[in-house]
Structure formats: structure tokens, C-alpha cells
T-cell receptor, first 114, second 117 residues
């Protein structure tokens, strides 16, 4: 049973460019959340997708946008990249059945903006 | 105010000894869940242990146990018999609300654990 798959694993972009990160959730999970983890910090919630809609959003600018596809996979898009966007981007999937479901994280995409 | 506070930036322990990593939390929601994750240098967040706010007993998973003191709002992770492979960053996280489908995780800043031979 595959866990959460993220691609690419590493990425280097130039300031002002746009980037797309991808996430395939764990089998059986239908909810995808994205987190940004700056160096030396804990992950910060960006947004969450369920049924192809953004359900919750953290304190991130509109440059950060996302999408969820019918197969539950998800993309995170960042426009007009800033140096401060350099971070590890983690995707977490979860089941939407209430109760105490755990979250499964991918290994992340390390984005470096130069 | 910080919702999750981890006051130990780094901890050192010798192999085979026990170590406690501290975590305090802040929430007014009566229903919440507390998680501990291990993050090695590869970046993956590895789930270790979970404690629900209504759980009567402290959670245990192998060498990991969670010392849950609800009145003090603390959820310390205890690792018994440390191994060299335990060297990593450890994060405490909280989910507020019962419906995990609508809940997100709030993380602390983490504690770096180094296990020496």
C-alpha cells in the first residue's frame, strides 16, 4: 500500500518564477493538506483540499494556490517566487470519516529560490 | 499565544538511556488530539504516537509513550532505551476538534535529539 508520494523531491527556481508541486495521497485517503516548513521551524499549514475544493486556508498570500483532482491527487502552485519561499513543502493526506484518523505525510519537496 | 510549545531546542542522550521531550499546548476546544512525529534529515514526517483528549490512559507505542497531563496541558514524549537511529528532529502537533476531516495540524518548533554511543 503506497503512502503519500510527492514530486519532485528537489527543485531550484529563480525569483519571480512560478512552481508546481505534486502530491498523490495514500490509498483510501480523500483529503490533502499542504504545509510549508522553513529551515529550523515546524511545518505551517497552507491549505487543505477535499472534494476538489479548498476547504481551509492558513495565513498564506494568494500567490499560493492549489488544486485537487478527481483521483484525490493535488497540486500546489506558487507564483512570483520570493527568496522566502525556500522551504520544504510537505503534503499530508487523511481520511474524511471523522473520529481519530491519522495523517500520512510524504517526504516533501525541497524548494530553493535563488 | 503559541498553541504548541517545545522549549527544548536540542537534547542529548546516551544510547540505551530514556529521554523525555517536552510539549505544552494551548486550546479551549474540549476535543483535540496530540501527535508526536519524528523527522530525520530526509524530511519525511514519521508518525510516532497519538493521544486523544478524552483518552483515559496514556498512549504507548513500543518504546514510545506519551505522558499526558491534561490539567497542565502537557504531552511529553518519553523514549525508552534510546537507539542511535532515534537521532532526529521531533515535533509535537495538535489537532483541534473531533472531526479530523476538517482539522489541520498545528506544530511546535521541534526538538533535535542526538543519541550518542
Amino acid at each position: 500500500d503506497a503512502g503519500v508520494t510527492q514530486s519532485p523531491t528537489h527543485l531550484i527556481k529563480t525569483r519571480g518564477q512560478q512552481v508546481t508541486l505534486r502530491c498523490s495521497p495514500k490509498s483510501g485517503h480523500d483529503t490533502v493538506s499542504w504545509y510549508q516548513q522553513a529551515l529550523g521551524q515546524g511545518p505551517q499549514f497552507i491549505f487543505q483540499y477535499y472534494e476538489e475544493e479548498e476547504r481551509q486556508r492558513g495565513n498564506f498570500p494568494d500567490r499560493f494556490s492549489g488544486h485537487q483532482f478527481p483521483n484525490y491527487s493535488s497540486e500546489l502552485n506558487v507564483n512570483a517566487l520570493l527568496l522566502g519561499d525556500s522551504a520544504l513543502y510537505l503534503c499530508a493526506s487523511s481520511g474524511d470519516a471523522g473520529a481519530d484518523y491519522g495523517y500520512t505525510f510524504g517526504s516533501g519537496t525541497r524548494l530553493t529560490v535563488v | 499565544a503559541q498553541k504548541i510549545t517545545q522549549t527544548q531546542p536540542g537534547m542529548f542522550v546516551q544510547e540505551k538511556e530514556a529521554v523525555t521531550l517536552d510539549c505544552t499546548y494551548d486550546t479551549s476546544d474540549p476535543s483535540y488530539g496530540l501527535f508526536w512525529y519524528k523527522q530525520p534529515s530526509s524530511g519525511e514526517m514519521i508518525f510516532l504516537i497519538y493521544q486523544g483528549s478524552y483518552d483515559q490512559q496514556n498512549a504507548t507505542e513500543g518504546r514510545y509513550s506519551l505522558n499526558f497531563q491534561k490539567a497542565r496541558k502537557s504531552a511529553n514524549l518519553v523514549i525508552s532505551a534510546s537507539q542511535l537511529g532515534d537521532s532526529a528532529m521531533y515535533f509535537c502537533a495538535m489537532r483541534e476538534g473531533r472531526d479530523s476531516g476538517y482539522s489541520t495540524l498545528t506544530f511546535g518548533k521541534g526538538t533535535m535529539l542526538l543519541v550518542s554511543p
